[in-house]
């Protein structure tokens, strides 16, 4: 993302997939970035345990339907990255092997990183990979009980649409995570470039990070 | 959806997808499709030209990055289905084999139809495939020009989050296909099943259809 000679680095995206991840809260963000790289330089990896298309179908729900992703990289051959998206969903709970890998990857991969990205429940996998140790974050509201109750190391932040601490940025579930994205956008590329891919999406930003209606609902 | 015996019979869900369709266009509704088939009988088919991995990648912009996904079902060996849901996006343009047979598919099975689902630019692959002759439509509101010169047979409607036209639900861009299809399933499955499904996902609702700042900003 600096500049050499003239020709912008490449963002450098990288997401996680496991079976089970929330379909939004990967596809509202990387729609954002998809928009950013016809204007702009951004490569991306999709990492999973193995090459295999990777289902948003709960694992846990034999009669719900998903749609299937295809990674284009391991987690062992992951190339380096900027900045790493972590999704929530159903499939983030218990500790299959693509969910202990998964974990893995991010504790392995977050002193590399220049940006840490959660949506949703995907907090809760990078608080059992450590790595919100002594940070504020927030996560999904309605299964704010059981991530909060995975560690007592994150100062948990129950009010926020999302919330930022260093180079930890956190949304609450879902569509925060578009929120949150094109919030990081304009941090980084600037208030304008955020602005023409809100107007693209045709979406209506929440730009206040405390704005959660939703804080309330999850009755906490 | 009827009951027959108590047991309700499913929703069938299609979705085209062919090279450069949006992703949000896709996942927003998608999203709120997988966790109402959590509790009701919902199945799904992902439909292209062939089985072969379908990215989001622009055909036209080498350097965009993108994501694949995997189709359950050809054109061809389509299932029988209650909703059809056509995305934009980039892809939608020209008159590449894969958007000749999208439009095919949509002209052939549109008359076994319950609903048709447009989201942005999917109303102009409807346009062309004739079946939105003598309907009132809406489409993406920066791409307005382009997609209501494709045919003077479609009473386009400007300011419009989305519009209803019988069983024709078409929506305007990208992150308005969230709002269209929370409304289809208040309309289909009751409001506490719309406001379960939008809690779930932390998104606040526009639920006046009417409702479209992006109008404006286009400038016609």
Redo the contacts between chains.
């Keep these: 993302m600096s500049k050499a000679q003239g020709k912008p680095a490449p963002l450098r ?1 990288g997401v996680v997939l496991f079976p089970g991840f ?3 809260d ?3 963000p ?2 954002c ?2 928009i950013l ?2 204007s702009h ?4 990896a ?1 990492l999973s345990s193995t090459l295999e ?1 990777v289902t ?3 694992p846990t ?1 034999a ?8 990674p284009t990289h391991t987690f062992s051959e992951a190339p380096s990255l900027d900045l790493l998206l972590v999704p929530g969903g159903p499939g983030t709970r218990g500790s299959s092997l693509a969910i202990a890998d998964a974990i893995s990857y991010i504790r392995d991969v977050y002193p590399q990183l220049k940006y840490l990205v959660t949506v949703c429940t995907g907090s809760g996998l990078a608080a059992r990979a450590g790595v919100l140790d002594g940070k504020r974050a927030t996560t ?3 299964d704010w009980a059981d991530i909060t109750a995975l560690t007592a190391n994150v100062d948990w932040v129950h009010r926020a649409r999302w919330v930022v601490d260093g180079n930890v940025w956190s949304s ?5 995570g ?1 929120d949150l994205i094109l919030a990081w956008i304009e941090e980084v590329y600037g208030s304008e470039v955020a602005r023409e891919i809100s ?6 930003r ?1 730009e206040d990070s405390s704005h959660d ?2 804080a309330e ?1 999850s009755g906490i």
């Design positions: 995206v929330q379909s939004m990967v596809f509202g990387m729609d970035f998809n790289s016809q330089n951004v490569t991306l999709l298309p948003t179908k709960p729900c009669n719900a339907i998903g749609q299937s992703v295809v999904n509201k309605m609450s579930g879902v569509s925060a578009i107007n693209t999406i045709e979406y209506t929440h209606p939703f609902l």
